[in-house]
């Protein structure tokens, strides 16, 4: 994925500790941007001759109030004064106001579509290399966290560029054509009191604004924190009812609303210091330039036309300029917000298409661990010289205490991670010479713990194969022997499941993860101890179903109950990470092995469960 980004990549602090933001990352974080902008350059072009046009039509308003009044003035040079009418300047006044916000209109209309369509950009790039991250990423992050950081993070674009480019480039705009005027028509004094006032109150403003951002970034990592325990303690409704602890999640999350709420009051205090330290500066810099102006009509060297221009250009400059705290504080908080999704952004692909990656050869081929090592963690390796063949339309299934490494098998298959020695090859070919895409569109798979969108049923079986049609829907109901339920509903199959599909029970969710898997009608199966958490009823239902859709396919099975997997051609028994036996099912029971010790401490199980029954 092509990406723009400039900066190194950033931490996302968890211990609560800010990294303090330098002007460079700031600059480093605008230039990230500027590609995403410059895709519309001829818009960009166009919206800035409008805004410069708005702001000499802004200028050039108090220019034609000076006309008029000096016009109007009765003096011995124009004592016929009060009987003209300038009607000419009054239409011009008309105009130029007219103007003033006509530019500003066409600046917002045309650069409207390149604000959001930078937004757009930035969300869905962020959203596919999300995606396209390994799971080590998924299985460490905080979802709360993380969705609270894309929120400020896309709001902060469209909140940089509008305050930038339509507040502070306008405003000097401004400052350097009324200071050029001041300095052409007046007094040197007039050009120094406001050069000298905008020059204290720009330094005063950045300095304490620079000084206060640390409590904004405290904010909103405290933000983050609070939302992650708010949305993970409601992910996990049913265990804080189980455990009584609906008080105790509550305390967790005042504490972290707690956090947030001091450092809001701090936040609070430094603006207003912010405030008043600017309104003074104002209030000093209009006085001095009011008393000069003053002292120049009373000694006839300004008229008071030129008393009126030089007040209205103070307000022109000082009405925005009382926002700029406001505004830099904002430019801050959304580089600030920015730095976070950016740093999204240059989180490393671990698992990435190879540049000479093809689409998978032959997906219906024999599928080979070749002398496969892997570890999680450079200190704790899972797998030990793992070989093994899946004879293509056969059925190969894995056995071992839990821990053993099973279900890391299915996902060094699907290439959710990258083998440390040996290799995987489908048909001959090694997967990470596949695109990831063809790859694991080849493979369907039904886990053990069935997790399904809050939508309707009809939603969740169609993820199989997105934009099929109702009848492909129906029939693969069918043949998961779910469609009779499903009709049984109020709803039928536009029946909502709700939050990762708990409103329905185990059995019926698998059964919709094997009705989405039949959709897919993948060469490859994969059956990640698919009736494990299933009653020994719900477990014969859908075990039948599981050989019908594995029959023909090349298909791995990791198995819980033994009594599963009787008929699979091969059996490896995992232990530690090695693959201690391998065999049919008869051949394993015949060695005095493992496989042989589990099978008749679950025929044992079995013998004790049916006891009541009897």
């Known amino acids: 994925m092509r990406r723009y980004s400039a900066i190194p990549p950033a931490p996302l602090p968890a211990d ?21 902008l410059w895709t519309y350059k001829w818009r960009v072009s166009l919206a800035l001759v409008f805004l410069v046009g708005a702001k000499l039509a802004n200028v050039g308003v108090p220019l034609l ?46 650069f409207a579509k390149v604000t959001q369509r930078a937004v757009r950009t930035i969300a869905l790039q962020v959203f596919r290399h999300l995606h396209s991250l390994s799971m080590r990423f998924h299985l460490n992050r905080q979802t709360g966290g993380m969705t609270r950081d894309i929120e400020r993070g896309t709001r902060g674009v469209s909140s940089l560029v509008s305050y930038t480019l339509f507040s502070i480039l306008p405003t000097f ?45 405290t904010m909103n990592d405290l933000d983050s924190k609070a939302n992650t325990k708010a949305i993970d303690s409601l992910i996990n409704y049913e265990t804080v009812k189980y455990f009584g602890n609906a008080d105790y999640e509550a305390r967790r999350y005042d504490e972290g609303l707690q956090r947030y709420e001091a450092a809001a009051v701090k936040s609070q205090a430094s603006l207003s210091l912010l405030n008043t330290g600017q309104s003074s500066i104002i209030a000093i810099a209009v006085t001095l330039i009011l008393w000069r102006a003053t002292i120049g009509v009373i000694n006839h060297t300004m008229t008071l036309g030129d008393l009126v221009l030089v007040n209205s250009f103070m307000i022109q400059l000082y009405i925005p300029l009382g926002f700029l705290g406001v505004i830099y504080r904002e430019i801050k908080q959304s580089l600030a917000d920015m730095e976070r999704l950016f740093a999204l952004l240059d989180q490393e692909q671990e698992i990435a298409d190879a540049p000479d990656a093809t689409s998978l050869l032959a997906p219906a081929g024999d599928v080979h ?46 290439r959710f991670y990258d083998v440390d020695g040996g290799a995987i090859k489908i048909g001959g070919q090694d997967i990470r010479r596949a695109t990831q895409a063809s790859l694991r569109h080849a493979i369907g798979i039904v886990p053990q713990d069935t997790v399904l969108f809050n939508d309707t049923i009809e939603y969740n079986i169609a993820y199989g194969e997105p934009g099929c049609s109702k009848q492909q829907i129906v029939a693969a109901a069918k043949a998961a022997s779910i469609h009779d339920f499903i009709m049984s509903l109020p709803d039928g199959y536009a ?5 990762r599909g708990l409103k329905l029970s185990g059995g019926e969710k698998q059964r919709v993860a094997i009705a989405r898997t039949l959709l897919k009608n993948p060469a490859i199966l994969i059956f990640d101890e698919a009736t494990s958490a299933l009653d020994s009823k719900a477990e014969q239902a859908i075990q039948s179903q599981l050989k019908d859709i594995a029959r023909n396919r090349t298909t791995l099975v990791i198995a819980h109950r033994l009594s599963t997997i009787a008929d699979a051609q091969q059996i490896l028994v995992l232990d530690a990470g090695c693959i201690t036996e391998r065999g049919t099912h008869a051949e394993l029971l015949a060695q005095d092995g493992m496989y042989r010790q589990m099978w008749q401490l679950q025929q044992v199980r079995q013998e004790l469960e049916l006891m009541p029954a009897l």
């Open 16 to 36: 609560g500790k800010q990294v303090k933001s330098s002007s460079g990352k700031d600059w480093a974080t605008f230039k990230t941007l500027l590609p995403y």
């Open 65 to 110: 109030m000076k006309r008029l009044i000096d016009g109007l003035t009765i003096s011995p040079a124009n004592p016929q004064a009060v009987l003209v009418l300038p009607l000419g300047i009054l239409l011009a006044y008309g105009v130029l106001r007219l103007a003033t916000t006509g530019f500003t209109e066409l600046r917002e209309f045309v």
């Open 173 to 217: 705009i401004e400052i350097a054509l009324v200071i050029s005027y001041l300095a052409w028509h007046y007094n040197i004094w007039f050009t120094v009191i406001t050069a000298g006032a905008l020059l204290c109150y720009i330094a005063f403003t950045i300095s304490v604004t620079e000084w206060r951002t640390h409590f904004r970034r």
């Open 369 to 414: 661990f070749s002398h496969v090592d892997f570890s999680y963690e450079a200190k704790r390796q899972i797998l030990f010289d793992v070989d093994f063949t899946i004879a293509a339309g056969t059925t190969t299934a894995v056995v071992g205490h839990s821990g053993s490494g099973k279900s890391t098998l299915s996902r060094l298959l699907f």
């Open 495 to 499: 029946s909502m499941v709700g939050e």
